[in-house]
């Protein structure tokens, strides 16, 4: 029989994310305390052990909701404890069923996430800038354009952002979605280059100093990529990512 609780020990929580470290380093990232407080977790356990995780966080909007582990008890904490009305879910494609039983889904992300040990890496040079609060204005109008759709202004502020100037104007970034020096891990994110500057190298060389700081932080590095996008791909297995392992994002609104 299966009890669903609502989680607060951070090292319990660890204790389980570990057991897939890559797969689960956004969640294990926000166990830092300001991403915490942002945070609802939830355990389905069955004889007294965990056997699934999920975790709401309200960071961003829509808000995020991570699953890991058996998927019966996924069906136990979406069936009770946890039921959010609208939400953007990071899963394995084994939980689909399960998600799929509760929220009507937009289009599916067939996504793999990518990491990179520091012996792996290749940097690529170019004339990057590193980014604070003082672009964020000039941030937000790059990304109007078409990227940093998990953007919020807290990674600027607690994260490591490069860009590419062209005449005063920022015509590319590369960033973090997080950044957990408690834990050692941190994420890659939001890049992204304005239509008419593609195709120079400039998304590469911000993600090169991005991945470069992070890596001599001692961090564990991951980043995710949609499956489809080659391009990308290739671009990160130049500077020395790998294919960890496939998953899928995906928008859900309650039923």
Not at 72 to 91: H, M, N, V, W
Not at 222 to 246: D, H
């Amino acid at each position: 029989m299966w009890q669903v609780r609502a989680l607060t020990s951070k090292e319990q929580i660890l204790a389980f994310l570990q057991r897939d470290r890559l797969y689960a380093a956004y969640a294990i990232g926000d166990l830092e305390a300001e991403l915490f407080a942002k945070s609802q977790w939830f355990g389905a356990e069955d004889d007294g052990k965990i056997q699934t995780l999920a975790l709401f966080f309200t960071g961003l909007n829509p808000p995020a909701l991570f699953t890991m582990g058996n998927t019966e008890g996924l069906a136990a904490i979406l069936d009770s404890a946890l039921q959010p009305k609208r939400a953007y879910f990071t899963c394995r494609e084994k939980h689909l069923p399960v998600v799929k039983a509760f929220y009507a889904l937009d289009e599916i992300e067939k996504m793999f996430r990518m990491t990179i040990a520091p012996e792996d890496f290749r940097p690529i040079a170019g004339p990057t800038i590193k980014l604070d609060l003082s672009h964020l204005d000039a941030l937000h109008q790059l990304y109007r354009l078409g990227g940093g759709d998990a953007f919020a202004p807290y990674q600027l502020q607690d994260g490591i952002y490069y860009g590419v100037e062209v005449n005063g104007q920022l015509v590319s970034a590369a960033g973090t979605h997080l950044v957990s020096p408690t834990v050692g891990v941190a994420a890659v994110g939001n890049i992204f280059t304005h239509p008419d500057h593609r195709r120079r190298g400039y998304a590469t060389a911000c993600t090169s100093r991005v991945v470069e700081e992070l890596l001599a932080l001692g961090l564990d590095v991951v980043l995710n990529v949609n499956q489809r996008n080659t391009e990308a791909i290739s671009i990160y297995q130049k500077l020395g990512f790998r294919r960890y392992c496939p998953y899928i994002e995906v928008i859900g609104n309650h039923k």
